[in-house]
């Protein structure tokens, strides 16, 4: 009896070892199976913000002309319906389908072959897609710093070359404010369009535009003038103007009830003495600079600490969780983040080592390092906004390098001053940077000192009129505010 209870004991042990061995197997495909799942919803989220993107060409696409060709087995026309393709000119390239140059145009092509040549089809998109402008984007903030409305900046008609849904779609859900350089869609005026007027304005022009249901400011405000009667803000320039000048220019409006916005505000003392004139709105690089506070407090040193040593590239996947695990607040921050919808996770995460093993150390690193500035200090939404466009575009700048972990956390640091209240010298002192970073961030050196100099002129809206690719700088700044906006709001 005993040896058969052992040999019965010995074969269940054998079974419940072959039983958990699949079971092991069976839940590491499962685990990797979710994985997968959460990478491809992703990818969908993505791939449907880019068709969301593109779709307010869609229209001008479809109203294109089309041009009908043959051509020969040496790709040159036998026939065209359009003199811009004349018979015996060449098609480079027969067969070739996409987006291409026809001489001073711009077409999309599709051909097929045909009797030994080339039937085509051209489709002329240099009218229906138009010139888009470099742009940026500034904030128009009240009394407690908050975003009020948003101003698209361009060194062109902003109005001309944008279609109205992205304009909007750009102000990210706040009133917008564009400078009167085109003719504006009457779709914007139920969106809140604030249209800036000049001095050289008619008054039957802006009367027409304020029936029409536009909002008017008259921007670069100098004295009297007959808009006043047609607008309801005044913007005027703060920047060089005395206390007694100030009270003098915007006397007139201020009696009208007009919103005054003061222009040019460069720093906190400047903001306040505006307030103190009878300004109700700010516009200007405060908002991003030091308030003169009295300075970082013990708490936000502490997350800021556990933020620097999160940067260290080569930092393990224990390194990762015991930093994180080690501040309560910014593990809670963190797993609250990455169950929220912009991760679309096919479960829910309920420890570090969980986000870390499904999302992997580099994606946990940069989250933990957002979600840590962001829970710093107490400040306006719109200096952590300028932290991840910052840091967005400095990374997209340098994409075909290795570097864009440091690219990234130099744009994101780049405003630690403005949230800790205190000269950004005494910020990193008590930060455990590289001196890489540290060097590009006080005196732009090196190759990230380089491309945060290149983020920050064009975000002062000096555009480049003789670098060698102005236009991806132009996009990379869209592409970075339009993330920026993404994260922001799963952020809050």
């Known amino acids: 009896m005993l ?22 197997r069976e839940s590491a495909r499962a685990d990797a199976a979710e994985a997968e799942h959460a990478r491809l919803i992703a990818e969908l989220m993505r791939k449907e913000r880019e068709l969301a993107e593109l779709k307010p060409f869609r229209a001008r696409v479809e109203q294109a002309p089309d041009w009908i060709w043959t051509a020969d087995g040496e790709g040159t026309i036998t026939y065209a319906n359009t003199p811009a393709l004349p018979v015996g000119s060449t098609v480079e390239q027969p067969g070739r389908a996409g987006v291409v140059r026809r001489g001073e145009r711009t077409v999309d092509t599709r051909s097929v072959p045909l009797d030994g040549g080339w039937l085509g089809v051209d489709r002329d998109m240099t009218e229906a897609v138009p010139a888009r402008v470099a742009v940026v984007r500034r904030p128009v903030v009240d009394g407690r710093r908050e975003v009020v409305g948003y101003e698209l900046v361009g060194d ?71 808009l006043l009667d047609e607008c309801a803000t005044v913007k005027v320039r703060a920047e060089g ?55 970082p407090g013990t708490g ?77 200090a107490d400040v306006p939404d719109q200096v952590i906004a300028l932290a991840l466009l910052r840091a967005r575009m400095c990374e997209l700048l340098g994409a075909n390098e290795d570097d864009r972990d440091g690219l990234f956390t130099v744009g994101l640091f780049s405003v630690a001053d403005a949230l800790l209240d205190a000269p950004m010298e005494q ?34 809206g000096r555009f480049p009129t003789d670098a060698a690719d102005p236009a991806d700088l132009a996009e990379a700044y869209l592409d970075a505010l339009r993330w920026a906006d993404d994260t922001g709001r799963w952020l809050a």
């Open 300 to 376: 936000a040193l502490a997350s800021l600490q556990a933020l620097g040593e999160l940067t260290v590239s080569d930092a393990s996947f224990e390194d990762l969780e015991r930093i994180i695990g080690a501040d309560v607040g910014l593990s809670l921050a963190l797993i609250r983040h990455v169950n929220s919808a912009y991760f679309a996770l096919p479960r829910k995460i309920d420890s570090v080592r969980e986000a870390l093993t499904l999302l992997g150390t580099r994606a946990v690193r940069r989250w933990a390092t957002v979600v840590a500035l962001t829970a710093a």
């Open 427 to 460: 910020v990193l002192a008590a930060l455990p940077l590289s001196d890489e970073i540290t060097g590009a961030l006080l005196r732009h050196e090196g190759r990230r000192g380089r491309i945060l100099g290149t983020v920050l002129r064009y975000e002062q």
């Open 241 to 295: 103007r005395s206390d007694e000048a100030l009270q003098a220019l915007i006397a007139e409006p201020a009696a009208r009830g007009l919103t005054l916005v003061a222009t040019d505000v460069d720093d906190a003392d400047e903001f306040t003495r505006c307030r103190v004139l009878g300004f109700s709105h700010f516009q200007g690089a405060f908002f991003a600079r030091p308030r003169g506070g009295e300075g």
């Open 3 to 24: 040896v058969a209870a052992l040999v019965i004991a010995g074969v269940l042990a054998a079974v419940l070892a072959v039983v958990g061995e699949r079971l092991r």
């Open 156 to 226: 062109g008609s902003v109005l001309s070359s944008f279609p109205p849904e992205e304009l909007v779609a750009l102000a990210a859900g706040r009133p917008l404010w564009l400078s009167l350089d085109g003719d504006p869609a009457p779709a914007l005026a139920a969106h809140g369009l604030t249209l800036q007027l000049t001095a050289d304005t008619s008054v039957a022009h802006a009367r027409h535009l304020r029936e029409a249901g536009f909002t008017l400011a008259l921007d670069g405000y100098e004295g009297p003038s007959p």
